[in-house]
């Protein structure tokens, strides 16, 4: 047996304590997501500075959320004030995760990614400018849709889309769970899974939107905060000359996506810019300025 050493057990301690007390100061300043810090806590082989920290103390850390708030918290999930991170039970765990995640996105919004609505007529190029900035900025994603059709030859969960039946996107809908949904040809509906947009957003990557003007406004509702972007044509000669050149519809097929592109030009005003696309770099680098201007505001100290 090993000879006690009250000695080395002390400066280990204090060591320890020394270290929480710079990650606290750490979380404070914003240095880290307190989402994946708590994810890790919760790991087999988590640090034992995050593992060992108070759980009291970690929502503490939190500019704004003070003794009190962080009391009620506590008392609603059933956890004690010297729980630590690493030694909550898995029910417990469960709970308090969804209040951090609620945390994060109230107090560290600044640190979140941005959701981008892309709105514009057909033939206007949104598809190559959305392709433009994705393939040059990794922090841009595309986001994912829920649909009631089956999937095609090569699609992938999840990447394509997310596969639900009816049912389940019923339930989606009475849970308030997408920011827009619609029916294609009155066969099969789509849908923006809300909390796939959140969790990217979370990760700090900005979301794009590629949608229409209608399901823009249900996503402006729900999401106040997304930014709207219009992308129009230089002119509206130039959006037909667009139509024709893809070859993809017949005259009258044309003729229906050029009046409906002449509604939704009316509507551009709605959106929060309007960016005209006469070459697909310039547009996507100026989409690009906008969301980062956006996102470099002062934090929230509500």
Not at 221 to 234: E, G
């Amino acid at each position: 047996m090993r000879d006690f050493d009250a000695a080395a057990l002390s400066a280990k301690g204090a060591l320890l304590r020394t270290q929480r007390a710079q990650l606290k100061s750490e979380i404070s300043r914003g240095q880290h997501s307190i989402i994946e810090l708590f994810d890790r806590a919760g790991e087999p082989q988590c640090d034992p500075v995050l593992a060992g920290l108070r759980v009291e103390w970690f929502l503490r850390s939190i500019p704004g959320f003070g003794v009190t708030k962080a009391q009620r918290l506590l008392d609603g999930v059933g956890i004690s004030p010297r729980a630590t991170l690493g030694g909550l039970r898995v029910r417990q765990r469960a709970r308090l995760r969804r209040d951090v995640v609620c945390l994060y996105r109230r107090y560290f919004s600044h640190d979140r990614g941005k959701l981008v609505i892309l709105v514009g007529p057909s033939g206007v190029g949104k598809g190559t400018i959305v392709s433009s900035i994705t393939k040059k900025h990794p922090q841009f994603v595309v986001s994912v849709s829920a649909t009631t059709r089956a999937p095609r030859s090569g699609e992938v969960e999840g990447v394509h889309y997310f596969f639900v039946d009816d049912q389940r996107f019923d339930q989606l809908i009475r849970d308030g769970e997408l920011l827009e949904w619609a029916s294609v040809h009155r066969l099969h509906r789509y849908g923006t899974p809300r909390e796939a947009v959140e969790a990217h957003m979370d990760a700090g990557r900005h979301v794009i939107l590629e949608i229409d003007i209608q399901g823009a406004r249900q996503v402006k509702r729900a999401m106040k905060s997304a930014l709207s972007v219009f992308v129009a044509p230089p002119t509206f000669d130039e959006l037909e000359r667009r139509l024709a050149s893809r070859g993809t519809e017949d005259e009258s097929e044309r003729a229906v996506r050029l009046a409906t592109a002449r509604a939704e030009l009316a509507a551009s005003g709605e959106c929060d810019y309007v960016v005209v696309n006469e070459s697909v770099d310039v547009a996507a680098q100026s989409i690009v300025d906008l969301v980062l201007a956006s996102t470099s505001k002062a934090p929230n100290k509500e």
